[in-house]
């Protein structure tokens, strides 16, 4: 499907592809503050198509929204609705979903006063975030020289739009140093996470991922959570300096992009084996078993397309 024959939800319409524009003024495009979210569509072994945690997405829309001080002018249930709807529309079994709410243009200055708040929802086929090389065998990654951004100085919980120049900056620095993707340490020079992902490492059997005091509330970082509980993988949330990395049994992302992704080296320093863990081979195993359907303890994680 090429994008001159698909459409995007605009507003509370659809429109073609080319006719969802915004003004040059628009307040976010110069000042950053609005909120988005990144959902997954999936084709399960059933042949019907399925969101993967639609509402808990759009929740976090609305969280997001709430902390950038901005008031979407629609309830939940309608961009759920509207998700569904675009989905059918363009006749896409698997897809990428993004929905924005972004401050329009009015106001010229930083105060972005009663200039509108628009919604957008636009969905497109996207395969395998970091390629599929990287599910299979890892990914090579580069400890950021870029701080992840302070929670005195920004709001962590929060996916809005002008926190993730952080997050390309780091990403654009790895890329131009031959490396797959970034970790970015907090202020304190404690792993946080990577440019787009939450991040997870293997121990001595134990399974560690920073606590969410200053990082994103990954919703694929949750059901790895409830997936290694299911296997009996023991848990730890806390602080993890990048020495720890280095010496880590294995390492992974998370996230709605690169779902489960293996780490094979950091700095140049291969983890582990350099090749996926077992541990990680199994979550990753059970994490594309529920998004194919195939898992039903947690099939209620999956909003089946009507």
């Known amino acids: 499907m090429s994008a001159d024959q698909s459409k995007i939800w605009f507003n509370g319409k659809t429109v073609p592809w080319d006719e969802a524009n915004v003004h040059v003024l628009t307040h976010t495009l110069h000042y950053g503050l609005g909120a988005f979210e990144g959902i997954r569509a999936y084709k399960c072994s059933n042949g019907k198509s399925a969101v993967l945690k639609l509402t808990e997405h759009m929740e976090r829309l609305y969280a997001s929204a709430h902390v950038a001080g901005i008031e979407i002018p629609y309830d939940i249930k309608t961009l759920c609705d509207a998700v569904t709807a675009l989905l059918r529309e ?16 009015g106001k ?24 599929d090389d990287a599910i299979a065998n890892g990914i090579r990654v580069k400890i950021s020289s870029y701080t992840r951004m302070n929670v005195n100085s920004f709001m962590t919980k929060a996916k809005i739009c002008g926190n993730y120049v952080n997050s390309v900056m780091a990403r654009q620095e790895a890329a131009d140093l031959g490396f797959d993707e970034a970790i970015l340490l907090d202020s304190e020079g404690y792993v ?33 959570l409830d997936l290694a509980d299911g296997e009996g993988v023991p848990v730890k949330e806390e602080r993890f300096t990048r020495d720890e990395l280095y010496i880590a049994d294995e390492a992974f992302f998370t996230g709605t992009a690169a779902e489960v992704t293996p780490i094979r080296e950091v700095d140049g320093k291969k983890i582990g084996s350099g090749k996926p863990g077992e541990i990680t081979k199994r979550l990753q195993k059970r994490y594309f078993a529920v998004i194919k359907g195939e898992d039903e303890k947690f099939k209620h994680w999956l909003d089946y397309i009507p």
């Not at 363009?90 to 243009?105: Q, V």
């Open 90 to 105: 363009n006749e896409l079994d698997e897809a990428y979903i993004r929905p924005i709410a972004f401050i329009g243009p």
């Open 192 to 224: 946080a996470e990577g440019s787009g992902e939450n991040i997870f490492i293997v121990r001595n059997g134990i399974l560690k991922t920073p606590p969410l005091t200053s990082i994103l509330e990954g919703i694929t970082r949750k059901c790895v």
């Open 108 to 131: 010229k200055g930083i105060l972005p006063g009663d200039n509108a708040v628009n919604v957008a929802i636009a969905v497109w086929p996207w395969g395998t975030y970091l390629g």
